[in-house]
């Protein structure tokens, strides 16, 4: 197989798979609500959860983070065991990100590519991978933002592959991948970061229903 082919296979695939617009297809269907207008206007897992409630929002970070995984399950099988291996599955990774992020389908809006880049961790690097997803989710209950436990999950993914492939365990290309990502994320979550800093970010979570009851006591 060509690197053309190749690089034709990893662009389309990785993109293609990572547009699909499921959050916005899920409130669409059970709610007939554009999520694209709602609560912070993108098509994550997090915003369906406030549009739809807890299922969909689960239904929906499942659905992308498999986008992730699957793109580049199927650009390993086609590919196979090419010396071009790693720079397929990385590239492929990140226009998962890019897809979600800027999907085609939606006007070229979208995520901010957590659950997709993700999923992309599961299948490069599954143990990894896996871990991170207790580990995001521990951010957020702890922290009380779910943009900081997708920063810190943009955050580990390089540092986690950066040091497997240091000690000999796997591919720089793929600490290249979470590298990309990570810029792709941050600039996605520059409004969440600015509310970050000037205190105005949505609590969710735990704390979210600590401060309803605090305001729903001091208005009693």
Known sequence: MSIGIILFLV???????????????LVYLLKGEDLRRSGSGRTGGTNAMRAAGVGVGVL????????GAGAVW??????????????????????AVV??????????????????NLGAAIALWPPFGLLLIPAGLMTVVISGYASVGSLFVALAIPVGFGIRAAWGQGPWSHAGYGLATAILITVALLPNIRRLRSGTERLVGPRARARR???????H
């Open 99 to 116: 897809g979600h992020n800027w999907s085609v389908f939606l006007g070229f809006r979208g995520g901010a590519g957590t659950t997709p």
């Open 60 to 67: 929906t970070a499942t659905a992308d983070l498999v986008k």
């Open 74 to 95: 199927i650009v390993s099988a086609l590919v196979g065991r090419h010396n071009h291996l790693p720079w397929a599955q990385a590239l492929t990774a990140v226009s």
């Open 11 to 25: 662009l389309a695939i990785g993109y293609l798979a990572g547009s699909l617009p499921i959050g916005y297809l």
């Open 213 to 219: 009851r605090g305001q729903n006591a001091h208005q």
